[in-house]
């Protein structure tokens, strides 16, 4: 049964469909029509519940109502955790979440729903609260676990991002999952490319067969060879048996070969030679052996640089570069860090037993700003170090390693950012990314002229090549 919006009506009187004149008629979007509705006072505790927000979630009024949001959290899920961001008083004016695809771990299961939400100012620009509506469209995801549901957009489990740039590398993950051609996998360390080729594996028709990945940087120049290609009895002095390498134990599936610009040019030719034939010979034998392999490599150095110094075969090259995969830094995608450092620091709160806990916005502010040289890898870590000094209900920014604490801004953005200027960068990225990087949709998101988005687009460095992230042809 539906809740009274406190003004009895007649049998026979009808609603005044001018919504302005007669607020029941939008209590029905919470009601009837199946919309959730909620909202939250300036403490982010939970005032108004609708029948809808019930039945998505299966949380009634009385559990929720004087809450905090993150009652709708848990392991793995996104949840409302952004209007926090949304409410700080260094938000900038406007800043909303438009129709975000979101995953709650509640009483109904784990739901992914579209919400839309936004602070509510006074006519002082004092935040008193904030509302938001969202709707179930789990079904038309064919639901999922938490972490499938975690993979949003992408499809692709461990990847967490919905930048422009992340969804060109979903894009181009899937292509080359499609096809069995050579692909090389390329980016700074720490931006995850041994999880493009793990992706690419069990999302292609391979994914039942072996993946075995080799560190090419991490092996003797004079092993390296046996370990790729195996060697027979008394093929050297160690050799005390047979031994079968990584092409014969691939077979069947993928063989990933990281720091692949680190191979010796005598490995190259070996390599080269055994794509072209796929078979292999063992070292210190005559047998021709057969191999079925999918390959993938991956580099963080400038291959074609390494050709020009004369350090790889341009042959080589051209062979291992048939289809490219890029994986951006994580400075060029900055709108995805509160995502991944949320994501990181559910998961480390499961594994470790411990009640989730969330970053208040100075902490997300100064991640935000990090230039992150250690990318990815450097984020979890810093997360992980400040879930171990964290004292308080939520992580600060003193609770961050010293590096990420310290005011460096990227290369090409303006120094010494205010957190308001820092919560207005955020803004427009997640503004820029909610459209596609259309800059006229995003200024009118924004409720600011295209002119004010350019210049601030110019005053916090967002145009260094982030325009162009996601706009290379395959």
Same mark, same amino acid.
């Given at each position: 049964m539906e809740r009274s919006t406190g003004r009895r009506r007649a049998p026979e009187d009808r609603l005044d469909l001018d919504f302005e004149r007669d607020p029941e008629v939008l209590a029905l979007m919470g009601g009837p029509l199946g919309l959730g509705v909620f909202t939250l006072d300036a403490n982010g505790a939970v005032v108004g519940?609708?029948?809808?927000?019930?039945?998505?979630?299966?949380?009634?009024?009385?559990?929720?109502?004087?809450?905090?949001?993150?009652?709708?959290?848990?392991?793995?899920?996104?949840?409302?955790?952004?209007?926090?961001?949304?409410?700080?008083?260094?938000?900038?004016?406007?800043?909303?979440?438009?129709?975000?695809?979101?995953?709650?771990?509640?009483?109904?299961?784990?739901?992914?729903?579209?919400?839309?939400?936004?602070?509510?100012?006074?006519?002082?620009?004092?935040?008193?609260?904030?509302?938001?509506?969202?709707?179930?469209?789990?079904?038309?995801?064919?639901?999922?676990?938490?972490?499938? +549901?975690? #993979?949003?957009?992408?499809?692709?489990?461990?990847? %967490? /991002?919905? *930048?422009?740039?992340?969804?060109?590398?979903? @894009?181009?993950?899937?292509?080359?999952?499609?096809?069995?051609?050579?692909?090389?996998?390329?980016?700074?360390?720490?931006?995850?490319?041994?999880?493009?080729?793990?992706?690419?594996?069990?999302?292609?028709?391979?994914?039942?067969?072996?993946?075995?990945?080799?560190?090419?940087?991490?092996?003797?120049?004079?092993?390296?060879?046996?370990?790729?290609?195996?060697?027979?009895?008394?093929?050297?002095?160690?050799?005390?048996?047979?031994?079968?390498?990584?092409?014969?134990?691939?077979?069947?599936?993928?063989?990933?070969?990281?720091?692949?610009?680190?191979?010796?040019?005598?490995?190259?030719?070996?390599? +080269?030679? #055994?794509?072209?034939?796929?078979?292999?010979?063992? %070292? /210190?034998? *005559?047998?021709?052996?057969?191999?079925?392999? @999918?390959?993938?490599?991956?580099?963080?150095?400038?291959?074609?640089?390494?050709?020009?110094?004369g350090a790889m075969r341009e042959d080589f090259y051209y062979r291992i570069r048939v289809f490219e995969v890029h994986l951006p830094p994580l400075r060029d995608r900055a709108a995805d860090v509160p995502l991944l450092a949320r994501h990181f620091l559910a998961r480390a709160c499961e594994k470790q037993g411990r009640a989730s806990v969330d970053l208040d916005q100075d902490a997300v502010a100064a991640l935000v700003r990090h230039p992150w040289p250690g990318n990815v890898r450097e984020l979890r870590n810093a997360v992980e170090h400040a879930l171990v000094v964290q004292r308080g209900a939520r992580i600060g920014v003193d609770d961050l390693p010293a590096t990420v604490r310290e005011r460096r801004p990227a290369p090409g953005t303006a120094p010494g950012l205010t957190p308001h200027e820092e919560a207005e960068k955020l803004a427009i990225l997640d503004a820029l990314d909610a459209t596609g990087w259309n800059r006229t949709r995003a200024a009118e998101l924004l409720h600011i002229s295209r002119v004010t988005l350019w210049k601030r687009i110019r005053l916090y460095g967002i145009d260094q090549g982030i325009f162009r992230r996601g706009t290379r042809d395959v």
């Open positions: 519940w609708s029948a809808g927000a019930e039945r998505i979630t299966g949380l009634s009024r009385r559990e929720v109502v004087g809450r905090g949001i993150d009652v709708l959290e848990g392991p793995g899920c996104e949840g409302f955790r952004e209007l926090g961001d949304l409410m700080a008083p260094s938000a900038p004016n406007g800043a909303a979440i438009e129709n975000r695809v979101l995953v709650l771990r509640v009483r109904s299961g784990v739901r992914r729903v579209v919400a839309n939400a936004r602070a509510l100012r006074d006519a002082n620009g004092a935040v008193y609260g904030a509302i938001a509506v969202f709707s179930d469209v789990t079904a038309a995801f064919g639901g999922g676990t938490p972490e499938e +549901l975690a #993979a949003g957009d992408s499809g692709l489990p461990g990847f %967490v /991002g919905r *930048s422009q740039a992340m969804l060109e590398v979903y @894009r181009r993950v899937r292509l080359a999952a499609d096809s069995d051609v050579t692909t090389l996998v390329t980016g700074e360390s720490g931006t995850g490319k041994e999880l493009a080729a793990r992706a690419i594996h069990d999302l292609s028709e391979r994914r039942r067969g072996p993946f075995v990945a080799i560190n090419c940087s991490a092996m003797p120049e004079s092993l390296l060879e046996s370990e790729l290609f195996g060697h027979v009895k008394g093929a050297f002095t160690d050799a005390v048996r047979d031994r079968v390498g990584a092409f014969e134990s691939a077979n069947g599936g993928t063989l990933f070969l990281d720091e692949i610009g680190e191979i010796p040019p005598f490995v190259q030719v070996k390599l +080269l030679r #055994a794509l072209q034939e796929r078979e292999i010979r063992r %070292v /210190g034998g *005559s047998e021709v052996v057969p191999v079925d392999i @999918r390959l993938v490599a991956a580099t963080n150095r400038d291959l074609e640089r390494r050709v020009a110094e």
